[in-house]
C-alpha cells in the first residue's frame, strides 16, 4: 500500500463534505449496544481500525456483531450487563485507548471471568494505571506490565463496590471506565473530574436507561447507580469534529476556500476549537441545527480569512479541544503573533508525544515553535517550504501535516501517512474532492 504521500501546495479547497462519524459515539454504541437487553441500531458508524478494534473484542466476550459494512446501518443484540462471557483469546485493543480504558471499566465487574488486553507498540506504552487505580479502589483486580502501569493488562472479574472517585485527569476514557463499572457495582459511584471532558458516556446511558446524574459545579461530578438492565436504543452517530477540524483550519488559512462540512457532532463538551475559531477571527456560520439521538448537530461554512490572530489555549478548554491541539498547532503558524499552548502534558501521552511530534515535523517546514513541558509557543506569519515529513505513526498527525503541506511552497511528502486510517480512512479522498 502506498504509504508515502505527496500534497502539493499552492491549491485552494472548495466544495460539500460530510466527515465520517464520531469516533468517540461509534465506541461508545457498541459497548452500551452489547450491554444492553434486546437490539440496538446504529447508523453512521465512524469505519476505521479504532472502533473496529472495539468490535472484535466484543465478538470475543460472546457478543453477536455482524460484519460491519462502510456505510449501512446494522444491529446488535445484546447480552446483557452480566453476559459478558470469558473469551478464549486475548484481546486485542490495536491502537485504540478508548477501546483498552472502557473495557477496563467494563469488565474488572464481570465476577469470575478473567481477561487479557493488549495493543500495538504505540498503546503498549501508554499510562493505563489512571483506570486500573480508581477501578482497584472499586475492588477491580488488575495486572500489567511495570506493576500494573501498562498493558498487556490482566484483568480478574470481582464483585465490585461503588465508590467516590475524584480523578487526578479530566479524561473522558478514565470517568467511563468508571461509570461502567459503576453499572455493575454495588451501591453509588461518583466521579469528580477536575475539568469536565466529553459526555457521550453519561448521554448514550442515560438514554438507554441507567441511573445517572451530573452534579457539582459544571457537571463535574458524575453519579451513578447499578440497574438490572439496559435496553437497546436506536443509534444515530453525527459527524465527528475532530475529523471536521482539519477542514475547519484548511478552509480558514488556505486562500480562496470555501468548504461546506454537513452533518458534524457539536456537543459543546467538544467544541473548543469553535472558541478558538472565534479568538482567531476565522470566517465560519453553522447551519441547520439540530439535535439527533440526544446529541446536538449542524453543518459548518468556513471561509477564508485574513490577517487571523494569535491565540492561547489554557485550563478548562483543554479537553474540549484535545484531539484537536495538532491542527490549532499548524493554525498558530499562520496566525500574526504569538500562539500559547498550555496546560496540555496530556498530549505527550496520546498515541505518540503529540507536543514533541508536531515541534519536530513543522520545524521541517520552516515553523517556528519552541516546546515546553506543558505546551507549545508557536510564533505565527510562517512561511512554510515544502518538506519530507513523518506521521511518526499518529493518526491525527499525519492529516495535520497534510494541511501544513497545503499551505507550503512546492510539493511535501508525508511518510506512514495511512495513519489516518485510525479515525478518518477516507481523509485523502476528500482531501481530493475538494482541491480546486
Ligand atoms: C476519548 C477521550 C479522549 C480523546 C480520545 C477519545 C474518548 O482521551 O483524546 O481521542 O472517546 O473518550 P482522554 O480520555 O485520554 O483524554
Redesign the pocket.
Known sequence: MDNIRTIKGGVNLQGIIRVPGD??IS?RSLIIGSIAEGETSIEGFLYSEDPLSTADCLRKLGVNIPTIINGEPFSIKGVGIKGIKEPKEILNCGNS??TM??LMGLLAGQEGKSFILTGDDSLNERPMARVGKPLSLMGGTFFGRENGRKAPITIVGEKLRGCVVGTP??????K?AILLAGLNASGTTSVIEPAS??D??ERMLKAFGADVNIRGELGRNIVINPVDHLTGQRILIPGDI?SAAFWMIAGSIIPNSNILIKNVGLNPTRTGILKIMDIMGCNYEILDKSIIAGEPIGSINVKTSNNLKPFKIEGDIL?KL??EIPILTVAACFCGGISEIKDAK?LRV?ETDRLKVMARQLKKFGAKIIEKEDGLIITGDSKFNSAEVDSETDHRVSMSLAVASLLAKGSSKISRANASNVSYPTFWDDLEKLIK
Open positions: 469516533k468517540s465506541h485507548g478508548t480504558r472502557l485527569v479530566a479524561s473522558a476514557q478514565v467511563s471532558s466529553r457521550h458516556t475532530s479537553p484535545i484531539d496530556e496520546k
